[in-house]
């Protein structure tokens, strides 16, 4: 079946420190995928989206590309700051007749300190 | 901007009690979920429907009802809440031919 592994947090940083999260997939055909911020307290925001392979989403300095070959989606920012600490959650979607069912991984509690 | 909305944001429950999470959204979506979150776990489906009179299970359906009478409102029924069901609840929607899901912002539900 579908499943997603997100590296296991929790992860502390220093503002302006380099960020990398991994994120890789199984899964069969061709999903999109998603990396959703959940800031403390909300709900779920779209940070960004890969539709197929080689495309790379972009939103607020993040950056991931869709790599089929290696079946992973990393999230990367090149300088966090403190308004980034959030729980990120990787996720693929399959669109199945107009439905679109969400496969997330566990999250990854980010903290960054100034 | 209105986009998902859920009420309540706060529940407690007792054991065996039933309740309703509403959700309503205003983009004309075809595409509805839910979703409960735990602890160290990502998101996982309850139900979702695809269109008004149209629902279907997800991967942890069970305890949980739904309806979907207009394409505004996709209500889940708790009919006898168990402790197990403490979580987060998510409401979600999507236009057709879209793949992009937006999120409500959440029901914390306690069962004791």
């Known amino acids: 079946g579908n499943s997603v592994t997100q590296m296991e947090g929790p992860v502390t940083l220093s503002e302006e420190a380099f960020l990398t999260i991994n994120c890789t997939y199984t899964?069969?055909?061709?999903?999109?995928l998603f990396w959703y911020v959940q800031y403390p307290g909300e709900g779920l925001q779209l940070l960004l989206k890969?539709?197929?392979?080689?495309d790379k989403g972009s939103n607020k300095g993040f950056e991931a590309t869709y790599r089929k070959e290696t079946t992973s989606f990393h999230l990367e920012k090149g300088s966090v700051q403190v308004s980034d600490s959030a729980v990120y959650f990787c996720?693929?979607?399959?669109?199945?007749?107009?439905?679109?069912?969400?496969?997330f991984g566990q999250g990854t509690r980010l903290t960054i300190n100034p | 901007n209105a986009g998902v909305t859920q009420t309540p944001k706060f529940q407690v429950l007792k054991t065996g009690q039933s309740m309703t999470l509403q959700c309503a959204q205003d983009?004309?979506?075809?595409?509805m979920s839910w979703y409960r979150q735990d602890p160290g776990m990502g998101l996982r489906l309850i139900h979702y429907?695809?269109?008004?009179?149209?629902?279907d299970q997800g991967e942890v359906p069970n305890g949980y009802n739904v309806s979907r009478s207009t394409t505004e409102d996709f209500p889940l029924r708790l009919l006898s809440a168990a402790p197990s069901q403490t979580s987060v609840y998510f409401c979600?929607?999507?236009?057709?031919?879209?793949?992009?899901?937006?999120f409500g912002e959440g029901s914390w539900l306690t069962v004791v």
């Open positions: 899964a069969t055909g061709y999903p999109s």
């Open positions: 979600a929607s999507k236009r057709q031919g879209g793949n992009t899901i937006y």
């Open positions: 996720a693929l979607g399959k669109g199945v007749q107009g439905a679109q069912k969400l496969v």
């Open positions: 890969a539709t197929k392979a080689d």
């Open positions: 429907s695809v269109g008004a009179g149209i629902t």
């Open positions: 983009m004309n979506h075809e595409y």
